[in-house]
């Protein structure tokens, strides 16, 4: 009996580690943001389990670059689509959903990912920024995932799963546009969820990674980027991050955060403690906004080094 119940929960074990692969390997699963950093790993990871991809961003000679490494993969020429879209661009999304839909007959599965992050004070921060990092990281999701949802509806089925951030429970300086974004995001993705109750197969998942490795800080909206060091040893490597995000897109996890230590803490302590998260945070902010004016990476101080 004893052995049956070994066997039995090594299995569940095995099972569990490997329901990403099972629940995504063969379904169609749209990218944007695949041009770099998260996008382009879960494009890789993606690829290794045998899903169908579409992966979308404005450089499409950087995506045609991702597409030749997931062609290592096993994957053919016909399971990967590029298609160049500019979240910015909405007139553009319909045309682009049905260009998917025309190549795979279906999607699956729709990875809000593309976006922009900000490193500025509001008081420093032309408006336009605040208007341009709403265009693209709001409303472009919004837009795209209303075209596919349509799709999902008719199919009574499908996974939206949007990169979020820890930026979207909690606030932090330098990145009040930004932090607006993905809060805007965030309950915008929780009233829809409450809005599909009569599809129980379409799952809203909210992914909010704390800092990951990528080029999210070459491309933010205003900082001097001359003065970074552009070291990213202190964030977390993006092929974890990715991973964590295909457990959950798997499990159907309505929310993950997919952090290190001390965002992580912190998010708790937004969560529960929150007299002890603004002490904490108010320290940590202090701090940040130093590091951001001596042209240090703004979270670089305060973060374990790994080596
Ligand atoms: N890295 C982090 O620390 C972190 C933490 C939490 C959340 N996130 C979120 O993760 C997502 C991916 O960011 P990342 O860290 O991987 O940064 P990244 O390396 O800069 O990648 C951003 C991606 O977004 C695409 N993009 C930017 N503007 C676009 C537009 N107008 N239309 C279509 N695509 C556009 C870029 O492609 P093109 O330039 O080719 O268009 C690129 O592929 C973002 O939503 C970000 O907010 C990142």
């Known amino acids: 009996i004893k052995w049956v119940i070994f066997i039995h929960l090594l299995y569940l074990m095995i099972s569990d580690m490997c329901l990403e692969k099972h629940e995504l390997r063969g379904k169609v699963v749209w990218v944007t943001g695949a041009s ?21 961003a404005r450089r499409e000679d950087e995506l045609e670059r991702v597409k030749k490494k997931c062609l290592r993969n096993n994957l053919g020429e016909k399971d990967i689509l590029v298609l160049r879209l500019d979240l910015t661009d909405r007139s553009s999304h319909e045309a682009a959903t049905n260009s998917v839909l025309k190549h795979f007959g279906k999607i699956d599965v729709l990875v809000n990912n593309g976006g922009r992050s900000q490193r500025s004070l509001f008081v420093d921060t032309n408006l336009d920024v605040y208007s341009a990092i709403m265009e693209l990281n709001y409303l472009g999701t919004i837009s795209l995932t209303k075209h596919v949802l349509n799709h999902m509806i008719q199919r009574k089925k499908g996974k939206i799963v949007t990169v979020s951030s820890v930026m979207g429970i909690m606030g932090a300086p330098l990145a009040s546009g930004y932090c607006a974004s993905k809060h805007a995001l965030q309950g915008f993705f929780n009233s829809l969820r409450t809005e599909l109750t009569d599809y129980p197969e ?56 997919i952090s ?10 937004w969560q529960y403690a929150p007299t002890w998260a603004w002490w904490l945070m108010n320290r940590m902010g202090k701090r940040r906004i130093q590091n951001f004016k001596s042209g240090v990476d703004a979270d670089a101080s305060y973060s374990r080094k790994k080596k």
């Open 260 to 269: 290190d230590h001390p965002y992580l803490a912190v998010c708790y302590l």
């Open 36 to 56: 770099s950093g998260i996008g382009e790993e879960l494009a890789y990871q993606l690829s290794k389990i045998g899903a169908l991809l579409a992966i979308s």
């Open 202 to 257: 379409i799952s809203i998942i909210n992914i909010c990674p704390g800092p990951v490795q990528s080029k999210i800080i070459q491309n933010v909206f205003t900082e001097n980027l001359a003065k970074n060091s552009g070291d990213q040893s202190h964030k977390m490597p993006t092929d974890r991050c990715v991973r964590l995000t295909l457990v959950s897109t798997a499990n159907d996890l309505k929310e993950a955060w």
